[in-house]
């Protein structure tokens, strides 16, 4: 379990991110996170992308169900302006965010405050995503946390589309996702390859 370490003065900002595939509990961890520096009575301000609106408009919610009020934002420079007066700033599905937002954050940083970031490392390609490895590169403190493999149990770190859709951003859950682990993840996309093979030369005969 993530412990929050004791520096003191102005120059205690630095940056923590969560990372894994999806399923693997990285929104309940940063609001895990959040509701102890509440407890800590700290100043606390979560952001979101706006096009993340799966279970609310305004709120960050867990796959548990477990939610904290957030402000959606839709470019990150946003983050210098609305996080003014805050000591500890969340920023949830970082990998919808533009490619400034490392910058932001280590900004943020700078300026004495806690920066926690939550967000998918790799896309359904099992690609780096968006400005994480960047994030990843400068933070102080990287958490990697892990789903299980809905097909073998093992520990799961790959998210496996399961439509058709072809877009980098695909917004779901478990009707279009799954949690695979590496060996499971590269059989499944073996299997659609074959499929796509078998339907095209199908579909020459035809």
């Known amino acids: 379990m993530f412990l929050e370490p004791h520096f003191k003065g102005q120059r205690s900002g630095w940056i923590e991110v969560i990372c894994g595939s999806m399923f693997s509990g990285k929104t309940e961890e940063l609001i895990r996170r959040l509701k102890r520096a509440k407890i800590a009575n700290q ?38 302006e609305l996080a003014e007066g805050v000591g500890v700033v969340g920023v949830d599905e970082a990998q919808f965010f533009d490619e400034g937002l490392t910058e932001v954050c280590e900004q943020l940083a700078l300026r004495g405050k806690r920066v926690i970031i939550a967000g998918l490392d790799m896309d ?49 859950e478990k009707d279009r996702y799954e949690a695979r682990c ?24 035809g």
């Not at 796959?63 to 839709?74: E, Q, R």
């Not at 590269?186 to 005969?205: C, D, F, P, S, W």
């Open 124 to 172: 359904y390609r099992g690609k780096p995503f968006g400005p994480i490895p960047n994030l990843l590169a400068v933070a102080e403190y990287i958490t990697k946390v892990h789903a299980i493999c809905q097909h073998c149990g093992n520990l799961a770190t790959h998210s496996y589309r399961l439509s058709e859709d072809g877009g980098t951003v695909v917004l779901g």
């Open 43 to 80: 100043k606390v301000e979560i952001f979101k992308p706006k096009i993340d609106t799966r279970y609310d408009d305004t709120k960050v919610v867990s796959h548990d169900a477990n939610s904290i009020l957030s402000v959606p934002i839709s470019d990150s420079s946003k983050l210098l």
């Open 182 to 205: 590496r060996t499971c993840y590269h059989m499944g996309n073996i299997l659609n390859l074959q499929v796509r093979t078998n339907g095209a030369e199908e579909t020459k005969k």
